[in-house]
């Protein structure tokens, strides 16, 4: 890797032989270490990332047109989540340690002594995230699960911010070695063909990408076309609809506009989370609000020129559809800042170019689409494929007509929302960021919180093992004080030393 003032070279083909064998060489010591020794290592990132705040952030908003603001807080998002997964690792639950002793009782006859945990998959390879220099970015969470589970991890940086990524991956590759992780434990590799050549290498027992539906499904075919498939966990693309009852739109038309109008256009409307479609009674007074509101929103950058050309190119797809009403169109992008755009329609032209309609649009640009009756916004949700989120806005006394739209949309979405906003996902133990495809490729994990370390690890079984065999969490004495379910009861002897 050669970095200059403005641009960094591709990965040569010895660098990235030496680095993928380095980390196939660091999977064992690094898998090996307990889940308390591995959480300093987490906390070494952190820690280092943090100190080097005032370096990184001016490196990101060159690179990614983004706010200072934006990018702290973008940051302390990415060293909250690496401290919360060594927590997370020092608790220990994650590794699911479950413990049957012999029984010659049990009622499908004696029943051997068979113990069960979850271990790592071996190296990952990472794809970096334009939208989110930090977060889903080289040491975003994606890189925090993989370390957390025990995974060596390689990040294929984004083309949209080199010289952010390089300098990331010098820093969290200093802080692990100083903090006493295996050589090969972390590193940084650029240039596409590089990726993709990465994710062939059977080395690599695991990938994961956020990026659009067609990038994203092209490596998902070649990591499931391997000789040796390997779990590949992609997020794409997904529209996030919002549906707003009637009872709802007549009570608080103005409230729905301006948060509606603040979510689609957060962060000029590049998070996957955008809600893409709004669905409103004909006739609503939230129409208007929401071009009024969108309409004192100025241009702002979008992250670089291959977003800007897809956005345009959406626009056109969006506006050139027969039905489709521009009510608020900005000017063409300029110097890669745009102002919001919003579109209307109905929902039976909606049904008739739902192939065309129903494609995100990467960028501040929305969909309202009036629905004449329940049925109409019934028949609407039916139509979407998988989302990350699907939001609804109601009142208390329409629940009874809100509940069958939910089970629809549960089939559909990953997280579903009252009478909230879908931007913003919280770094939590309850979340899930996820959904059926497009919106990723294993509807089943998530990319945000805690559980987002399961996608990393695999269970594997000891039968009648001798005791001095078996891993430590596994053994008869509790002495990380985990919990653990032994003979169907979960327990936690907290006999730490």
Same mark, same amino acid.
């Given at each position: 890797?050669?970095?200059?003032?403005?641009?960094?070279?591709?990965?040569?083909?010895?660098?990235?032989?030496?680095?993928?064998?380095?980390?196939?060489?660091?999977?064992?010591?690094?898998? &090996?270490?307990? +889940?308390?020794?591995? @959480?300093?290592?987490?906390?070494? %990132?952190? !820690? #280092? $990332?943090?100190? =080097?705040?005032?370096?990184?952030?001016?490196?990101?908003?060159?690179?990614?047109?983004?706010?200072?603001?934006?990018?702290?807080?973008?940051?302390?998002?990415?060293?909250?989540?690496?401290?919360?997964?060594?927590?997370?690792?020092?608790?220990?639950?994650?590794?699911?340690?479950?413990?049957?002793?012999?029984?010659?009782?049990?009622?499908?006859?004696?029943?051997?002594?068979?113990?069960?945990?979850?271990?790592?998959?071996?190296?990952?390879?990472?794809?970096?995230?334009?939208?989110?220099?930090?977060?889903?970015?080289?040491?975003?969470?994606?890189?925090?699960?993989?370390?957390?589970?025990?995974?060596?991890?390689?990040?294929?940086?984004? &083309?949209?911010? +080199?010289?952010?990524? @390089?300098?990331?991956?010098?820093? %969290?590759? !200093? #802080? $692990?070695?100083? =903090?006493?992780?295996?050589?090969?434990?972390?590193?940084?590799?650029?240039?596409?063909?590089?990726?993709?050549?990465?994710?062939?290498?059977?080395?690599?027992?695991?990938?994961?990408?956020?990026?659009?539906?067609?990038?994203?499904?092209?490596?998902?075919?070649?990591?499931?076309?391997?000789?040796?498939?390997?779990?590949?966990?992609?997020?794409?693309?997904?529209?996030?609809?919002?549906?707003?009852?009637?009872?709802?739109?007549?009570?608080?038309?103005?409230?729905?506009?301006?948060?509606?109008?603040?979510?689609?256009?957060?962060?000029?409307?590049?998070?996957?989370?955008?809600?893409?479609?709004?669905?409103?009674?004909?006739?609503?007074?939230?129409?208007?609000?929401?071009?009024? @509101?969108?309409?004192?929103?100025?241009?702002?950058?979008? $992250?670089?020129?291959?977003?800007?050309?897809?956005?345009?190119?959406?626009?056109?797809?969006?506006?050139?559809?027969?039905?489709?009403?521009?009510?608020?169109?900005?000017?063409?992008?300029?110097?890669?800042?745009?102002?919001?755009?919003?579109?209307?329609?109905?929902?039976?032209?909606?049904?008739?170019?739902?192939?065309?309609?129903?494609?995100?649009?990467?960028?501040?640009?929305?969909?309202?689409?009036?629905?004449?009756?329940?049925?109409?916004?019934?028949?609407?949700?039916?139509?979407?494929?998988?989302?990350?989120?699907?939001?609804?806005?109601?009142?208390?006394?329409?629940?009874d007509v809100v509940a069958p739209l939910l089970t629809l949309l549960r089939e559909r979405a990953g997280r579903l929302l009252w009478n909230g906003w879908p931007t913003g996902v919280s770094v939590t133990y309850a979340m899930h960021h996820g959904g059926p495809w497009p919106a990723t490729t294993a509807s089943i994990h998530t990319s945000v919180g805690t559980t987002a370390i399961r996608r990393f690890l695999r269970p594997v079984c000891y039968q009648q093992m001798p005791a001095a065999l078996l891993p430590v969490p596994l053994r008869d004495e509790n002495v990380l004080g985990i919990p653990r379910r032994v003979n169907g009861v979960l327990t936690k002897d907290d006999v730490?030393?």
């Amino acid at each position: 890797m050669t970095v200059s003032p403005t641009t960094v070279e591709p990965t040569t083909s010895e660098q990235l032989e030496a680095i993928l064998a380095a980390a196939a060489a660091a999977s064992e010591p690094l898998g &090996s270490l307990l +889940p308390n020794e591995r @959480a300093p290592l987490l906390r070494a %990132v952190a !820690d #280092a $990332l943090d100190a =080097a705040a005032d370096e990184l952030v001016p490196l990101a908003m060159e690179e990614s047109h983004l706010p200072e603001g934006r990018l702290r807080g973008e940051l302390t998002r990415t060293t909250f989540q690496l401290r919360l997964f060594a927590e997370v690792l020092e608790e220990g639950s994650y590794l699911e340690a479950t413990i049957d002793t012999a029984d010659p009782d049990w009622g499908m006859g004696p029943r051997p002594d068979v113990r069960r945990m979850l271990v790592p998959l071996g190296p990952t390879l990472v794809y970096a995230a334009s939208n989110f220099p930090f977060a889903f970015s080289v040491a975003g969470g994606d890189t925090a699960s993989a370390l957390a589970a025990g995974c060596p991890v390689i990040v294929k940086a984004h &083309s949209g911010h +080199p010289r952010l990524s @390089a300098r990331t991956g010098t820093i %969290v590759k !200093d #802080a $692990l070695a100083q =903090a006493g992780a295996p050589h090969g434990t972390f590193d940084v590799i650029f240039g596409s063909d590089q990726g993709v050549q990465a994710l062939r290498d059977p080395r690599i027992k695991a990938g994961s990408f956020t990026g659009s539906i067609p990038g994203g499904r092209a490596l998902f075919d070649i990591a499931s076309g391997r000789p040796d498939p390997i779990p590949f966990y992609g997020e794409l693309g997904s529209l996030n609809p919002v549906f707003v009852f009637p009872g709802a739109a007549k009570a608080r038309p103005d409230e729905i506009a301006t948060g509606f109008c603040g979510s689609f256009t957060l962060g000029v409307g590049q998070f996957c989370t955008k809600p893409g479609l709004l669905f409103v009674p004909v006739g609503s007074a939230i129409v208007d609000a929401v071009v009024a @509101a969108a309409r004192d929103i100025g241009p702002a950058p979008l $992250l670089n020129d291959r977003i800007a050309r897809g956005y345009e190119q959406g626009l056109r797809r969006l506006v050139e559809v027969e039905g489709v009403q521009v009510v608020l169109h900005a000017d063409p992008v300029r110097d890669l800042a745009v102002a919001p755009t919003l579109v209307k329609t109905t929902v039976p032209n909606l049904l008739e170019h739902k192939d065309e309609l129903l494609e995100e649009c990467f960028g501040p640009a929305s969909i309202i689409v009036e629905y004449a009756d329940l049925d109409e916004l019934t028949r609407a949700a039916e139509a979407f494929g998988g989302n990350l989120t699907a939001t609804v806005h109601a009142e208390e006394s329409e629940t009874d007509v809100v509940a069958p739209l939910l089970t629809l949309l549960r089939e559909r979405a990953g997280r579903l929302l009252w009478n909230g906003w879908p931007t913003g996902v919280s770094v939590t133990y309850a979340m899930h960021h996820g959904g059926p495809w497009p919106a990723t490729t294993a509807s089943i994990h998530t990319s945000v919180g805690t559980t987002a370390i399961r996608r990393f690890l695999r269970p594997v079984c000891y039968q009648q093992m001798p005791a001095a065999l078996l891993p430590v969490p596994l053994r008869d004495e509790n002495v990380l004080g985990i919990p653990r379910r032994v003979n169907g009861v979960l327990t936690k002897d907290d006999v730490r030393h």
